[in-house]
């Protein structure tokens, strides 16, 4: 038996969990993206990951994130907003991050094409769906979305990558699933018309192994990668 498996550390764990929910779902485990969410988490601790090969890194509140991706600069981490997104605080996003998971309607999207630095690639970009009916939550719902992806798929310096959603919190296997089956659903029914999309950003700490069931191929994990969060 190796060192490693002796004493894992967190990610070497979660990376075993996304390598068995994979190939429980007959799939490659390198088509399963690990982001960690590091939202509440010190950069020290950021640092202890990317050491060991991490590089994608998820934050939801800007002023939290702005100091810690401009620390960690020299490292060139990719960095993901998951947070919600109010219209006049879309450049400092368009500004520091190269993927948005959380756009969910057309002026966000026309701000933060138009507030893209010309030096930066196309900020890689996410439309957040909503499945259930849940007051506050964001997300843009299924019957707006073709109008959506077709607004965002015009705009210079967006690239339209998929769909995110965090769906309605249950230790249930069977109802996680479901929630993740119907985002898949919609994906496949969008791909028609917008062949370019190759995203489902869902699955968390608790729920990954139902996201990979239903082909998940980006998994933003937080507490299991960092302990809970304050
Ligand atoms: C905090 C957060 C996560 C991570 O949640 P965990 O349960 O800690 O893994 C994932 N996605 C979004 C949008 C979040 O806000």
Known sequence: ???????????????ERIARAAANAQRPADSVNLIA????????????????????FAENYLQEALPKITELRERSLCWHFIGQLQSNKTRPVAENFDW????DREKIA?????????????????VQV?????????????????????????????????????????????VQRHWFRELQVIYQSLKADFPGLDVLSMGMSADLEAAILEGSTHIR?????????Q
Do not use: W
């Not at 969410?37 to 994608?56: C, F, H, M, N, Y």
């Not at 026309?110 to 996410?126: G, N, T």
């Not at 299924?142 to 998929?162: F, W």
């Open 1 to 15: 038996m190796s060192a490693v498996a002796e004493n894992p550390t967190a990610l070497q764990i979660v990376r």
């Open 221 to 229: 994990i937080g507490t299991a990668l960092f302990g809970a969060r």
């Open 110 to 126: 026309e701000r933060l094409s138009a507030q893209r630095p010309f030096y930066s690639p196309a900020l890689q970009v996410c």
């Open 100 to 103: 948005v998971h959380t756009v």
């Open 130 to 174: 909503k499945l259930a009916n849940e007051a506050t939550k964001g997300g843009a719902i299924a019957s707006e979305l073709p109008s959506l992806l077709k607004a965002i798929d015009q705009l210079p310096r967006l690239q339209l990558r998929g769909l995110m959603t965090i769906p309605p919190a249950s230790d249930d296997i069977a």
């Open 37 to 56: 969410v590091s939202k509440t988490q010190p950069t020290s601790a950021i640092v202890a990951l990317a050491e060991q090969g991490q590089r994608d």
